[in-house]
Structure formats: C-alpha cells, structure tokens
C-alpha cells in the first residue's frame, strides 16, 4: 500500500512556525556540542619527493645520436648516491615548447639575414604537431617579446622578416669607440626604433625562462643565438643559468663571432651563485615589467671570451654548444639542433629519501647520469631545484 502526504497550503502555514523552533533548536544543540566535543587535529600531507624528469641525448665517438638504448643501459646519481630509474624512453608524442633568441646587437648584425632564414626553417621543421609552440623574442639594449607562444608558423614568420638589427651610421659607431654605440640609433626600416648600449643576452634568458617556460611543460628548449657577449644585463650570468635550471630548460647556444665580438662585456664569474650584476632593463619599452637604471661607466671593463661563456651555459642545462664559423652555416647548426630534440629520451626518477634531505643550500640537487658503454656520450641537465 503506497501513502501519499499531501499538505494544503494552509496546513504549511501551520506547521511552519514550531517546525522552525524545532530547526533551530537543533542547531542549538549542535553548536553546543561543538563546542564540548575536544578538537579534531587536522592533518596534512605533504609529499617528500617528486618525480624528476630530464630530457637526455646520448652520442657516439662519430657525434651520431644514439636511439636504441634502454633502461638498463645506464647508471644514476644523485647528490652522490645512487637512484633507482623509473622509466627511460623515446616520448615523440610530448608537445615541443622553444624559445627562439636572437641577438639582434650591432655585432651580429651581419649574420641576421642567415639567422631569419635558418630560424624559418626549424620553426617549420619542429612545429609539426598542432600542440607544439615556440615563441620569439630579440635583445640588444633591451629584451622584447616579438611574438608570444604560438602554434602559428605564419605568426613566427612575419615577425622574423620584421626582426632587425641595430643600425648605426659610420660616425655614431665610431664616437662610442668601437662594438655597441651607447647612445646612437636608427629606425630598421620596419617601423622599429633601435637605439644602441647593450647586448642583454642574461636577461632575455632569465626572462624567457622565469616569465615563459617555467609554466609550461612538454619538451622544453630555448635557442640563443649571439656572439656571448653580454653588455648591461641586469640579471647576472648565474641568475640566467639558475632560471633556466628551474624551468627544466635545456638552452642549446649558437655561437657567432660576429664583428665586435671582442668588445667590452663582464667577467662571468666562475661560481655556481653569485657573480656579475649590473645594468638594467631600459625604461619606455622592451620587455614588460622593465626596470630602469643604468650600471656606472667611465672604467674600461675587460674583454671576456663569449664562445665559453655560451658553452658553460649549454653545459650547466644539458642544451648543446655550436658554433657557426660562417653566415651560410646556421642552416646546418639548426638541423643538428632539430636532431638533437628529435632523437631525446626522457627519464624519469623519484628520489629515495635520504638523497631528497640532501643538496645545497638553495634546494639544488647534483644529477650525474652515465652510459654504461664509456664510448658513448651522455647529455642531460646537470641537477634540478626542490620544490618548496
């Protein structure tokens, strides 16, 4: 037998007003006994390792990359004590995010047209998925982001046949003493005003790396290519490594010698922290949230050799070094670099918990991973930052 309870209006009215007592007399009683009962301690669980990623090439003595390796032909370190590795393998479905600098200085500006076509074609060869992106951005006195990431060829292509270089003419060069004018300029013919002063390549790879790639993931890689000069960054080199470390970035370095590429810059320092700082970001335009200020001249600064320099970064984040020797070399450079991302394995770890305890002060951790086959190279990062 089924019983329906129907309820007039009236009835609602009714009952309305001790059902309301009765409400809130429960919630009394509730609130009382809340009150009595001895508080619940809550807790909180925190994770003490995470898995670590890190992106690897392996080379034979010809420099021909190796892709048939499994897990089992390798050995891994961290901080000095052994790991145990979860997976080692080819992932040619991860999406590709690269970062394309350009120093655009008056030193390199005889290699820019090289550049712009050789930069056309890895963007054509590398963006082959629709999720892969690349962003663009040049330096010379400031950093500016020409194009955002973006899976648009199209995109990347107009604002490299729009990229130029910092002109100056023969009489403002030559009142600065030779390399970057200070205080010269010129319009690119695109409609883009340059003004000379500096080559801020440590402060375009800190910016790419904190401000661009920290939030992304996939393949990560940033291109620079400069003569490894740096002039008024306000970041330091180490900072610029740092960021970059931080970001699982590998920054794989072109060098060019250009024509001033013995002119002024900053000791780099040799130190894993600290080091050089200085300069600053140009006020009135660049990169977003640029600070002014400008590092003190009148003292001559000595010469630093940019090709080592270049070579400690690709070193220090398991990017490669190349040098194009040639303006009609870059297209070269970049098919290596292309084979290079292609032929990357990715390894993961978790650390066990006495090597998670362990590191440096600032929470960095010391990757070593070799190839049991001594003839062959190894390329990954050298370690990575805990997270807080």
Known sequence: MTIRLIFHPSVLKWVSIPLCFAVYAAMGIAALRAQQAPATPTTTIKAETREVILPVT??????????????????????????????????TNLPFRLGLLVDTSRSQSSALSGERSAT?????????????????????????????????????????????????????????????????????GGGRRHRGGGTQMYDAIYLASNELMAKEH????????????????????????????????????????????????????????????????????????????Q??????????DGKKILEQIAARTGGVFFEAKKKDSF????????EELHGQYLLTYTPDKSSADNGDSDGFHKVLLKAKDDKLTVITREGYYSQD
């Open 58 to 91: 392996v080379r034979d003595k010809k420099g021909q990359v190796v892709s048939n390796l499994t897990i089992n032909d390798f050995t891994l370190q961290q901080d000095g004590q052994p790991q145990t590795i979860k997976s080692f393998s080819h992932e």
């Open 120 to 188: 056309g074609k890895f963007i054509d060869q590398m963006l082959t998925q629709p999720a892969d992106k690349a962003f663009l951005l040049h330096f010379d006195h400031e950093v500016e982001l020409l194009q955002d990431f973006t899976a648009s060829k199209s995109k990347l292509h107009h604002e490299l046949d729009e990229m130029s270089s910092s002109n100056y003419s023969n009489d403002q060069a030559g009142s600065s003493g030779g390399g970057d004018n200070p205080s010269g300029g010129g319009d690119d």
């Open 218 to 293: 996939g393949r990560k890689a940033v291109i620079v290519l400069s003569d490894g000069v740096d002039r008024g960054s306000k970041e330091s080199l180490n900072d610029a490594i740092d960021a970059a470390e931080k970001a699982n970035v590998s920054v794989y370095a072109v060098y060019f010698k250009g024509e001033a590429a013995d002119s002024g810059g900053m000791n780099p320092g040799m130190g894993r922290r600290g080091g050089m700082g200085g300069g600053g970001y140009p006020g009135g335009g660049g990169y977003p949230g640029g600070r002014g200020g």
């Open 295 to 304: 590092r003190p001249g009148g003292t001559p600064e000595p010469k630093v």
């Open 331 to 338: 297209d070269e450079v970049y098919a290596q670099i292309g």
